[in-house]
């Protein structure tokens, strides 16, 4: 055992918890240098490494030009870069490794690009504009859900006729199966632009409609995607009470009720207008006993609002699945039909822990949003499916300070700044530019005996602000799979979406799409053209020489 794994072990084990484990202590800069991967002093590791990578993108000038049968896209709600280099290193040292070589299955798909995510009317976006944009295939104003630039934020008379598609409306009318999976509320901006309109993202229920989008007209997402949406399969989040009356008590929580005012049951309405097997869920328990064999339609709700961080899972006594497993039984449910799938999963809480500067929540949940995609890909054949990994947009997270090697994420930095440090006070090397990590005392605070590594620790931010903000910079995307090599250079969120229906025959690349592109047999893993035009031209020879 290297000594780098001796610390990492030894930090490990030592104290009582891996929250402990990952913050606390200091260490001395030669402690730092020991963390060193041993073979990484080699120059052949890294030869050898670049040899290994440079032949993988070598084969990828083949590129995969079948149409996808199944679109899956990712989308951690508010996963930066930042949110992704540091959510890594927290996969590998929950792993005992140093953390910064690690690969995330989202590192894995072989095709990366950049996206510009400002909305219509916004530098820094919200995750409703930006959701709109990458599913619909065209650019919004912030706030707003499934409608197009004409639509003013929360006015009703501004959204008739101005409503867009979503692509899981387009795979619906397709023929193929489609599904939402969120740790966030089912009627939360992102999953609600699947399969909603709405001129203002907070028009959840029935009790948030203004006057004036009632007398107009207006109806509240969760009824919308009982009364006029797709006939969507799978359906896993939280956000139950949207979908139940005021008078009616929560299923877990005794002293909690739904938030309709209209008195309608959206759950049992759900049920009993599904043609097929339809079964609503809302613990582990049920969510296991579920064959998806012999189930047709699904509604999982977890929670009354958003379902738990990942981090606070084992607070939940009822137990509730995780990501990954939602994501598992989605695609065993969806892939049932041979016209394939569109699904989509959303990373739904990075975003709320950013929000309230809990980097250690963010970032665990970041991790168990990566587990997914790496449940997904095991489940897929990149040759028929096309798997996206982005983000709506991203945080004022930054991460920075020096830390060395190997360094416990969530400790404070073990850099030695001497006298440039002007404060003399410890630093965390995940910081935040504003929210509620701010120290209104006047001066910093000092952190030195404040435990950093603790899920509800905040790290320190530059401005006060309740709640933190969004971030401006453009995020990234990856993709591997049917035409994923579209996915290149510095784009505008919304070509995500035609991207997908492009690769799918969707839309309005549906005519002549089958044509150019049918789906190949595949040959060792490989793809290879079934019919071409030299073989056509052959078989006419053959035919007039025969005649
Ligand atoms: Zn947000």
Redesign the pocket.
Known sequence: MGLYRFLLVATTILPTTMEQALSGRQTTFSEAQGRTPHQELDPAFWNDMAHRDLDRAIQLQKLNLNMAKNVVLFVG??MGLTTVTTGRILKGQLQGQPGEETVLAMDSLPHVGLVKTYSLDYQVP??AGTATAFLSGVKAARGTIGVNGRVQHGVCATQKGNEVNSILVLANQAGKSTGVVSTSSLTDATVASTYAHSASRYWDTDANLPWEAIYKGCKDIAAQLVDNAPDIEVLLAGGRQNFLPRSVADMEYPNKFGTRRDGRNLVEEWITTKPGTARFVWNLDEFNAIDSNRTDYLLGLFEPHHMKFSVDRDLDGAGKPTLSDMTQKAIQILQKNSNGFFLLVEGGRI??G??ANQAVRALHDTVAFDDAIQVAKDMLDMQDSLVIVTAD?S?TFNFGGYPSRGHPIFRKTDYNFGFELLDRKPMTSLLYGNGPGYSLSGTRQDITNVNTGRKDYKQQSAVPLA?E??GGEDVPIFAGGPMAHLFHGVREQNYIAHVMKYAACLGEYRENCHSLRKPRATRGGVAVRSWDFQTTIAVLILVVAIM
């Open positions: 709600d508010g919200d995750s975003d709320h950013h929000h947009h945080h709640h903000t969004h």
